[in-house]
Structure formats: structure tokens, C-alpha cells
């Protein structure tokens, strides 16, 4: 009996050693950072940049690898379907996370189920822009022209159910307003019909419009920030008109397949965290227009239960489709 416990002790501590060194091996392999959409975009720039820092924080190799297909649930249904084991993470927008799966039937995961959350890594508002010539100066403006015009101010979007079109739905839900709604195929051609004139106004994340409204193409009119822009300071908020439930972000976050051992889960999120906040790194993000979140896997857990609820909603208020 003595000899059968020795043999189990040695055996369990054989495992243990080699789950250990198995454990601190990692990054033993190369690291996809899989984004779901096609390289360019804001997404796509965060996993860039997080790449050659993690690579220097954690060792091994990180690689970008772009999924693009049916607004990011392509991507996103690879990653639920890979490995829990650290070798393939997911960086994505807000879309295939919280408003893809109330829009497009039968995603390929379950958005609330299907990862591991990690952090959310940056987020950035959304500005009111219309053109230079636009007769609208200010946001008191638009409320009172929507006002004596139901139905008549037009919106450009990027696409239906897109982050400009869903916060300018929440903005009409909120003020008791309606808009016309004119979606695109994509944020360039929205932003040279907006710019010609051809539409009235749009919702664009602070990335995409800082340069037209710091050229004097476009003018600002307000921000759905919970406190002004350093980048746009003149440009008041939603809140401060009143509107206190139209507090919008575009943010980026990261996740994994479900399973993602602790121990990795918590390299990573320091790693990421770290790199974010790197004197080379941060200061040309604010720049951007990104804020640095870098919240705790389980503060990113309830924001996404609360964004998930939250889009779910405007879009059944707004009984908007994905077509």
C-alpha cells in the first residue's frame, strides 16, 4: 500500500511539474490576433499595434490575421470555434459582440456564452457633423429643424445597423425626434455624399471625421462623449443639451474561445493593459481620438452584458433590419 501511495505522489507531482511547464511555456507557438474585418480599419490598427508590443512583453510571435465576412460574425464564429489554449485571440469591434446578433439570424456563437472576455481595450465617441455649409450651427439647431420637420433631416450611415446608424436612431429614441436614414455601402462614400452635401448630417466615430472637421469641412455640433474631447473642446456634449441617454462609444475589446486557462488569461490582460499604457504607444492613440480603457476581464464581462442589452433594444425600438 505504502508503495502503490509513493508511485501516486511521484505521478501526481510529474503531472503538476508538466502542467506548470506547459503553463509558463506559453507562448510556445505563434499568436493569431484574429480581427474580423479587412486590414485598414480602427480595429485593425489597434491589433497592429498591440502585436509588436506583446510580442516583447510575452515573447513568442503575434500575427494578424483579417476574417473579414457578414459584419465580423464571420470572424467571430472562427474564434469560438478554436482551441481555448491562448494561440488564437480575438480583436474586434463593438459590432460582432453587441449588435450583430440582433440583427443577422443565426450567428454562428452566442455572443454572451461563446468567449472569454479580456478587456476592453479603447474606446472613442461619436461626433453630430454637418457640412461646412450646412445652415445647422448648433445642435439647438437640428433639435428645432427635426422638430418643425419630422422625418425630413437626413443621416448618412455607414450601413445599416453600423455604429453612425444605430446612434442616430438612439439620438431620435431619445429626443423624441425622427431623422431620414441614409445608409451606405461603406464609410467613404458616406463621408463624400455628407461632404457634398447630397445628406444633411451623420454620426461618425471621432477617428473618422477629426480631419474634414479640423480642415473646415465639416462642423461639429456636438459629441456623445460623457465629457468633452480634449481633441474637440469647443464641441459640447449630448449631456449637456439635456439628452442624457445618448452617451455613445465605438469601442475595441479582446477576447478568447471559452476555456481560456486563468493563467493565460492573466498574462494577457496585463500584457495588454501594459501596452496600451506604453509612453510610445498611448500618446498616438489619444492623438487618434482613442481613450484607453483597459478594464478587468470581469468589468468587461458586465460591460458587454450591458451594451448587448442596450443595442437590443434600439434596435427593436427602431425596428431596424440588417437589409
Do not use: C
Given at each position: 500500500?505504502?508503495?502503490?501511495?509513493?508511485?501516486?505522489?511521484?505521478?501526481?507531482?510529474?503531472?503538476?511539474?508538466?502542467?506548470?511547464?506547459?503553463?509558463?511555456?506559453?507562448?510556445?507557438?505563434?499568436?493569431?490576433?484574429?480581427?474580423?474585418?479587412?486590414?485598414?480599419?480602427?480595429?485593425?490598427?489597434?491589433?497592429?499595434?498591440?502585436?509588436?508590443?506583446?510580442?516583447?512583453?510575452?515573447?513568442?510571435?503575434?500575427?494578424?490575421?483579417?476574417?473579414?465576412?457578414?459584419?465580423?460574425?464571420?470572424?467571430?464564429?472562427?474564434?469560438?470555434?478554436?482551441?481555448?489554449?491562448?494561440?488564437?485571440?480575438?480583436?474586434?469591434?463593438?459590432?460582432?459582440?453587441?449588435?450583430?446578433?440582433?440583427?443577422?439570424?443565426?450567428?454562428?456563437?452566442?455572443?454572451?456564452?461563446?468567449?472569454?472576455?479580456?478587456?476592453?481595450?479603447?474606446?472613442?465617441?461619436?461626433?453630430?457633423?454637418?457640412?461646412?455649409?450646412?445652415?445647422?450651427?448648433?445642435?439647438?439647431?437640428?433639435?428645432?429643424?427635426?422638430?418643425?420637420?419630422?422625418?425630413?433631416?437626413?443621416?448618412?450611415?455607414?450601413?445599416?445597423?453600423?455604429?453612425?446608424?444605430?446612434?442616430?436612431?438612439?439620438?431620435?429614441?431619445?429626443?423624441?425626434?425622427?431623422?431620414?436614414?441614409?445608409?451606405?455601402?461603406?464609410?467613404?462614400?458616406?463621408?463624400?455624399?455628407?461632404?457634398?452635401?447630397?445628406?444633411?448630417?451623420?454620426?461618425?466615430?471621432?477617428?473618422?471625421?477629426?480631419?474634414?472637421?479640423?480642415?473646415?469641412?465639416?462642423?461639429?455640433?456636438?459629441?456623445?462623449?460623457?465629457?468633452?474631447?480634449?481633441?474637440?473642446?469647443?464641441?459640447?456634449?449630448?449631456?449637456?443639451?439635456?439628452?442624457?441617454?445618448?452617451?455613445?462609444?465605438?469601442?475595441?475589446?479582446?477576447?478568447?474561445?471559452?476555456?481560456?486557462?486563468?493563467?493565460?488569461?492573466?498574462?494577457?490582460?496585463?500584457?495588454?493593459?501594459?501596452?496600451?499604457?506604453?509612453?510610445?504607444?498611448?500618446?498616438?492613440?489619444?492623438?487618434?481620438?482613442?481613450?484607453?480603457?483597459?478594464?478587468?476581464?470581469?468589468q468587461f464581462t458586465a460591460f458587454q452584458a450591458a451594451e448587448f442589452a442596450r443595442w437590443k433594444k434600439v434596435i427593436e425600438v427602431g425596428k431596424i433590419t440588417a437589409d
Amino acid at each position: 500500500m505504502k508503495k502503490l501511495l509513493t508511485t501516486l505522489a511521484i505521478g501526481l507531482a510529474a503531472v503538476a511539474t508538466a502542467t506548470g511547464a506547459h503553463a509558463q511555456a506559453w507562448p510556445a507557438k505563434p499568436v493569431t490576433l484574429l480581427v474580423p474585418f479587412p486590414p485598414g480599419g480602427s480595429t485593425d490598427l489597434i491589433a497592429r499595434t498591440l502585436a509588436p508590443q506583446l510580442q516583447t512583453r510575452l515573447g513568442g510571435t503575434f500575427i494578424i490575421e483579417n476574417k473579414a465576412g457578414a459584419t465580423g460574425t464571420v470572424g467571430a464564429g472562427l474564434v469560438k470555434r478554436a482551441a481555448p489554449d491562448g494561440y488564437t485571440i480575438f480583436v474586434s469591434s463593438l459590432g460582432p459582440y453587441v449588435i450583430a446578433p440582433h440583427l443577422i439570424k443565426n450567428v454562428p456563437y452566442d455572443a454572451l456564452k461563446d468567449f472569454d472576455y479580456i478587456t476592453v481595450a479603447v474606446q472613442a465617441p461619436n461626433v453630430l457633423a454637418v457640412p461646412a455649409a450646412s445652415p445647422h450651427k448648433t445642435l439647438a439647431d437640428v433639435l428645432a429643424y427635426h422638430k418643425a420637420n419630422p422625418g425630413k433631416m437626413s443621416f448618412a450611415s455607414s450601413g445599416n445597423g453600423s455604429s453612425d446608424h444605430l446612434t442616430a436612431e438612439l439620438f431620435w429614441q431619445e429626443t423624441k425626434t425622427t431623422g431620414l436614414h441614409v445608409p451606405y455601402k461603406g464609410g467613404a462614400p458616406a463621408m463624400a455624399d455628407l461632404l457634398g452635401g447630397q445628406v444633411d448630417a451623420t454620426f461618425m466615430n471621432i477617428n473618422t471625421g477629426l480631419p474634414n472637421i479640423l480642415a473646415g469641412k465639416l462642423r461639429a455640433l456636438a459629441i456623445t462623449s460623457a465629457k468633452r474631447s480634449p481633441l474637440l473642446p469647443d464641441v459640447p456634449t449630448l449631456e449637456e443639451a439635456g439628452i442624457k441617454g445618448a452617451t455613445v462609444y465605438s469601442w475595441q475589446a479582446i477576447a478568447a474561445p471559452k476555456g481560456l486557462p486563468a493563467d493565460i488569461k492573466a498574462k494577457l490582460h496585463e500584457a495588454i493593459v501594459a501596452s496600451l499604457n506604453d509612453a510610445a504607444v498611448k500618446p498616438k492613440l489619444l492623438e487618434l481620438g482613442f481613450e484607453i480603457v483597459g478594464n478587468t476581464p470581469d468589468q468587461f464581462t458586465a460591460f458587454q452584458a450591458a451594451e448587448f442589452a442596450r443595442w437590443k433594444k434600439v434596435i427593436e425600438v427602431g425596428k431596424i433590419t440588417a437589409d
